[in-house]
Nanobody, 121 residues
Framework: VQLQASGGGLVQAGGSLRLSCKAS????????MGWFRQAPGKEREFVAR????????YYADSVKGRFTISTDNSKNTIHLQMNSLKAEDTALYYC???????????????WGQGTEVTVSS
């Protein structure tokens, strides 16, 4: 299994970015894809998750109403649309795969390499 995250960059506060994570290596029909982030000196934290079927969507309170997770099954890709970005959203963002309905990082089996998001205030 390979996960390729992309779309990070530098943006001003209030701006938007769209992250993508392309999955390959096997069929993911009923798996759950999650986005996590880790800021310097902090623990990795859950951001959002979705099942490839398009359900089981769940967001961390800190991003609810600003971020939207979605799937593009034809391309085996998930997206994270991030609007109204804040300085505290600055982090390395990772996508990951699990087979269960969870937000715990240690329950995710495969991880992408991460894409860096920097929000300037």
């Amino acid at each position: 299994v390979q996960l390729q995250a992309s779309g990070g960059g530098l943006v001003q506060a209030g701006g938007s970015l769209r992250l993508s994570c392309k999955a390959s290596g096997r069929t993911f029909d009923r798996d759950v894809m999650g986005w996590f982030r880790q800021a310097p000196g902090k623990e990795r934290e859950f951001v959002a998750r979705i099942r490839w079927l398009g359900d089981w969507i769940y967001y961390a309170d800190s991003v609810k109403g600003r971020f939207t997770i979605s799937t593009d099954n034809s391309k085996n890709t998930i997206h994270l649309q991030m609007n109204s970005l804040k300085a505290e959203d600055t982090a390395l963002y990772y996508c990951a795969v699990t087979s269960t309905n969870t937000i715990r990082p240690n329950h995710y089996h495969y991880w992408g390499q991460g894409t860096e998001v920097t929000v300037s205030s």
